[in-house]
T-cell receptor
Framework: GDSVTQMEGPVTLSEEAFLTINCTYT??????LFWYVQYPGEGLQLLLK?????DKGSNKGFEATYRKETTSFHLEKGSVQVSDSAVYFC??????????????FGQGTILTVHP | DADVTQTPRNRITKTGKRIMLECSQT?????MYWYRQDPGLGLRLIYY???????NKGEISDGYSVSRQAQAKFSLSLESAIPNQTALYFC???????????FGPGTRLLVL
């Protein structure tokens, strides 16, 4: 079945540091890939997405590129802020077979940014 | 107003009790989902519904049931709560055109 693996957390950075959160996936066919973010005390919200190979999703200074050859969708930001402290989830949506319409999530990575 | 609302936001109950968590959405989507979140495990799908007459089990449906009362309402019930159902529960709805899911704020459930 489909699966998503994220890098172990938690991740602690100083403000303005470079961020990478690794995400790899296993899926049949051609899934869409997502990053969701969960701020403290809130539900998840979509951060960015990519629907086909080599697409780059971007939002709020975050970027991720859909790499089919390495089955990866790593999240990056050049300069993090304290307000980026949250839990980040990588997810995939496989439009085929029994996975139709269902998101598969990674385990989440806690990011803490210090001033 | 929030697009997806959940009630209650927090609940403490005892082992063996039946409880219901409610979810309403104003986005007009047919698809709705219930997830539970546990530390280190991400979100796991409990049940999902693609329209009012369609209910499907997710990966961890044992001990749970759902009711889709209308397009906008999707309730989750714990028939006889047990301590390992202590978790954060999220309702979501999705737009199939954009493949984006919209989440409620969550219900924190503690089973004693």
């Amino acid at each position: 079945g489909d699966s998503v693996t994220q890098m172990e957390g938690p991740v602690t950075l100083s403000e303005e540091a470079f961020l990478t959160i690794n995400c790899t996936y296993t899926a049949t066919g051609y899934p869409s890939l997502f990053w969701y973010v969960q701020y403290p005390g809130e539900g998840l919200q979509l951060l960015l997405k990519a629907t086909k190979a080599d697409d780059k999703g971007s939002n709020k200074g975050f970027e991720a590129t859909y790499r089919k050859e390495t089955t990866s969708f790593h999240l990056e930001k050049g300069s993090v802020q304290v307000s980026d402290s949250a839990v980040y989830f990588c997810a995939l949506l496989n439009a085929g077979g029994t996975s139709y319409g269902k998101l598969t999530f990674g385990q989440g990575t806690i990011l803490t940014v210090h001033p | 107003d929030a697009d997806v609302t959940q009630t209650p936001r927090n609940r403490i109950t005892k082992t063996g009790k039946r409880i219901m968590l409610e979810c309403s959405q104003t986005k007009g989507h047919d698809r709705m989902y219930w997830y539970r979140q546990d530390p280190g495990l991400g979100l796991r799908l409990i049940y999902y519904s693609f329209d009012v007459k369609d209910i499907n089990k997710g990966e961890i449906s044992d001990g749970y049931s759902v009711s889709r009362q209308a397009q906008a309402k999707f309730s989750l019930s714990l028939e006889s709560a047990i301590p390992n159902q202590t978790a954060l529960y999220f309702c979501a709805t999705s737009d199939p055109r954009t493949e984006t899911q919209y989440f409620g704020p969550g219900t924190r459930l503690l089973v004693l």
